[in-house]
């Protein structure tokens, strides 16, 4: 529940506020008892962002199905890949109504590939029916438009996810001097950038993320701080797919004692 609560507090607590009944799909954590407090109903879901392995995959739709079918709900609203395809596929065949939101496209379409080819055809199902989808940028609607998977008028562009900064402080920098901390404290600033920063991708993302770095710029002439900028790529984690270019290489290392770039 810590992206809900991070990004979809305020929407959710606005839809209880409104004597509505919400029912939550995630994976429960200490962040849950603040959905229980609003009366919400919370589902655990198991659910594995990257997995693409089809017995889990499986399991979760029949899950979606399984859940959707019992609670029979007024409207279905949905965000990122497998909650607005599975869910949107389940409720289009049981006659719910349901809005996607589409937060990104994520690492299957940087390039082409079978996954690709399948998403894009699984959205074309699931969103066929939709009351009504939003993107986060204007790049992935021309995109959906073009691959004539929504229409223009049942689709928009929104600013963002919505970012509560009563949760996420807006500060990137924290003013030292005022806080009585002078630079000879720290003897370096480290911040973690992206290498979209000055490219045409990324969206909002790229854009908050060029802001900090001109902030962090600013800052270092006006007090002397030392400071270092880490342009990531590729992050590899315990939750990489096999599209990650790290897991890539780390894979055919091990199994093949050598590494094939593509």
């Known amino acids: 529940c810590w992206n809900l609560y991070n990004f979809r ?3 959710i607590n606005k839809i209880s506020n409104e004597d509505c009944l919400v029912y939550i799909f995630a994976n429960k954590d200490h962040y849950s008892k603040f959905f229980e407090k609003l009366g919400c109903k919370i589902y655990e879901t198991n659910f594995k962002r990257n997995s693409i392995n089809l017995l889990s995959e499986l399991n979760l739709f029949f899950f979606y199905f399984k859940k959707i079918f019992l609670l029979k709900p007024d409207l279905y609203l949905s965000f990122t890949v497998k909650p607005n395809i599975y869910g949107s596929i389940i409720c289009r065949l049981l ?20 996954l690709k080819k399948l998403i894009i055809i699984l959205y074309k199902i699931s969103l066929k029916n939709s009351t ?14 073009k691959k004539k998977i929504t229409k223009i008028h049942n689709s928009s562009v929104i600013p963002g996810s919505g970012i509560n900064l009563d949760i996420i402080d807006s500060k990137n920098i924290p003013d030292l001097p005022t806080k009585g901390i002078s630079n000879r ?50 992050l590899y984690g315990k939750r990489a797919t096999i599209n990650n270019s790290i897991n890539k290489m780390i894979t055919q290392a091990i199994k093949f004692k050598k590494i094939i770039r593509d």
């Open 9 to 11: 507090f305020n929407l």
């Open 95 to 114: 006659g719910i109504n349901y809005i996607n939101n589409i937060t990104g496209l994520g690492s299957p379409f940087i390039k082409e590939s079978f």
């Open 132 to 145: 009504h989808v939003f993107f986060h940028n204007k790049y992935d609607r021309e995109f959906f438009l």
């Open 185 to 234: 404290d720290v003897s370096k600033f480290m911040f973690a950038s992206t290498i979209y920063v000055y490219s045409n991708h990324g969206s909002f993302y790229r854009v908050t993320k060029q802001a900090c770095e001109l902030i962090i710029e600013s800052y270092s002439k006006e007090f002397n701080l030392n400071f270092s900028i880490m342009r990531y790529g590729s």
